[in-house]
């Protein structure tokens, strides 16, 4: 039964504010990992048109391992090049380039368009199934802090229902503000915003339109002396118009909606669609353009920067998605870094709420995310500077600033900075110059194997849900008959080894607290917080499971066929190499065969472990063969 604190109407773990995608990723997250939140948002209903468009290749992956891709496959459409215009030396629009939309390595090369609204519909169904729904209409109207020592709960919330008008007074450990850029929980903080680059003003708008421009269905920068627009197709044939007013026009539109919005709050939309309709015409010249329907037309504000801090951890309250960084439509971020944002966030929080880790590791959402924004903002900027010029595509300091801009747009370049959770040594073995080298900070690439015990062929992707666990992958090449393997592989069954820790049963600071620990019901190796991944290029039909060490459950023992997936890793097939991975996909240390102990050592610098009363090699050898079966 759930403790009670007179006057308080919720206890929660973590009280997310604001149920757009950033929200509703924490929500699913923290769902998956067995998290007691609440999630509110003041409106009564989710997006039903427009807002954010896009989702790019990193975003994907990671929706894959949560189950939530294909639900989205079937209502976006799949941008995969990408055209720049501008007018040439006679003065007329010219294409002056067609490219990858994405060139990084990928299983998703291409930027899945599609609304908001379906993201948040997707995100919802999955929280329903798992029997959670967001609070609506409820408004978080302030908070404050308990200060008293011990307390469980230091986080007060006042929220009102706009149903009933009433304000309630709720309590939670952590305080999620994804409550876009005009955060109120930034605003209670008092975290400052640091601009970089401009204020920008836009019009957006969904429309479909008769035109002979022959690049309506690509991704398109065009570029002319009357100003710049972007054009991003969408599945119903249509396609979403990006352009930047000038003073002019807004001076225009902010007078005219002060003289008629008392009576006629729709006029300004219809200005604004004037004006879009005649800059795209004037932008577009030759080519006609005429729209002949609107889905969803608005303007908006981009003032370009970051929050000077995106966490308060000792008062518990973390900053996510707009509520602490801002980009320009040029980037193509939209709700991208804000599903990343909570990615990040809520695997730790999980940890730390369950006392499998002290609250320091915490401390790192704000390094690494802070860090990825700042680069992404910065790069940005430098690009925008040179999408204004027609001739700097073929310039090589704009062809490495383009390479830099792939990497972070697509979210498949980002590296997290040196910390106890990414260990940038121990890469000496992996050869730099491979397609995607295991690196520490950066995601760990996916590859095609083969299921050793079935032949079935597989995604890693697939095969590494989003369960809230570390991931230990063995890349063994050629070794599995060789002394170093047997001799990890010893060491991986001893006493001493990570698969021999387990974490705490619950949280030391919390005896009212029920969580379960992380649930080994889909993990054989019988470990709670870690799984253990075996990848060989041997021949699976030559070797027999049984003639494996009884370590390995034979779910996730994988042939990398023709060494294919060591060789777009930078491991060479006789190196023997140890690949520690976060539950969120990011690697945190690689190393050699020789320093299993290593991987250990690791871990408790930031993990609350202690020894196991089994032998992991007997919990595992029971599962491979409950019937005591020969294989």
Known sequence: MSPRIPGVEVLTDVLIIGA????????????????????????????????????QPRTQEILKTLNLLDALNTEGNRMSENSFWAHDESGQLARIKIGPEVTNPTPFPYVLVTDQGKVEAAFENNLKLRGHQVDRPMELVHYAHDTTPGTIWPVIAYVKNHLSG?????????????????????????????????????????????????????????????????????????????????PDEIHSLNG????????????????????????????????????????????????QGIAKNFSRCLQHVFLLGDACHAHSPYAVQGMNPGIADAYNLTWKLALVVKGHAALGLLDTYETERQHIADQ??????????????????????????SRKIHDLM??????YPESPLVRYSGTSRIYQAAVEPLTPGKRLHTMTLTRHVDGTVVDLLEEMPSNGRFH??????????????????????????????????????????HHPKF????????????????????????????????????????????????????????????????PDGYVTMVTSFENGAGVIQCLKSFMILAPCQSSPSTLVSEERNPQGVTI
């Open 20 to 55: 757009g995608p950033t929200g509703l990723m924490a929500a699913v997250t923290l769902a998956q990992y067995g998290v007691q939140f609440r999630i509110i948002d003041r409106k009564p209903d989710r997006t039903k048109a427009g807002h954010a468009s896009g989702l």
């Open 166 to 246: 009433v304000i309630e007074v709720w309590r939670a450990k952590y305080l999620l503000g994804c409550d876009g850029a005009g955060s109120l929980v930034r605003h209670v903080e008092g975290i400052p915003w640091h601009f970089q680059g401009g204020s920008e003003i836009w019009a957006v708008a969904d429309v479909w339109a008769e035109t002979d421009f022959p690049d309506i269905r690509r991704h398109c920068t065009i570029w002319s002396p009357h100003g710049t627009c972007m054009l991003m197709p969408n599945k119903e044939n249509g396609f979403r118009v990006y352009t930047q007013l000038g």
């Open 256 to 303: 005219y909606a002060n003289f008629t919005r008392p009576l006629f709050p729709e006029s300004n939309s219809t200005l604004l669609f004037e004006i879009l309709q005649a800059r795209i015409r004037t932008i577009l010249a030759p080519f006609a353009i005429q729209i002949t329907k609107v889905a969803w037309i608005s303007r908006y504000g981009v003032h």
């Open 376 to 401: 992404v903002l910065r790069h940005e900027i430098i690009c925008t500077k040179y999408f204004s010029q027609a001739e700097a595509d073929n310039t090589p300091e704009f062809q490495s600033i």
């Open 410 to 415: 697509s979210g498949c370049g980002h590296r």
């Open 472 to 513: 230990l992958v063995l890349f063994a090449g050629q070794l599995l008959k060789q002394v170093i393997f047997q001799a990890l592989s010893n060491y991986l069954a001893s006493s001493e080894s990570p698969l021999s820790a387990v974490v705490p049963d619950s949280p030391p600071s919390d005896p009212t607290s």
């Open 519 to 582: 649930s080994s019901a889909d993990t054989r190796d019988g470990n709670q917080y870690l799984d253990l991944y075996l990848i060989h290029s041997s021949n699976h039909l030559e070797v027999e499971l049984g003639q494996l060490p009884g370590i390995f459950d034979s779910s996730k023992i994988f042939e990398d066929v023709g060494g294919v997936g060591h060789a777009i890793h930078g491991v060479h097939e006789v190196a023997g190499i140890i690949a520690l991975v976060r």
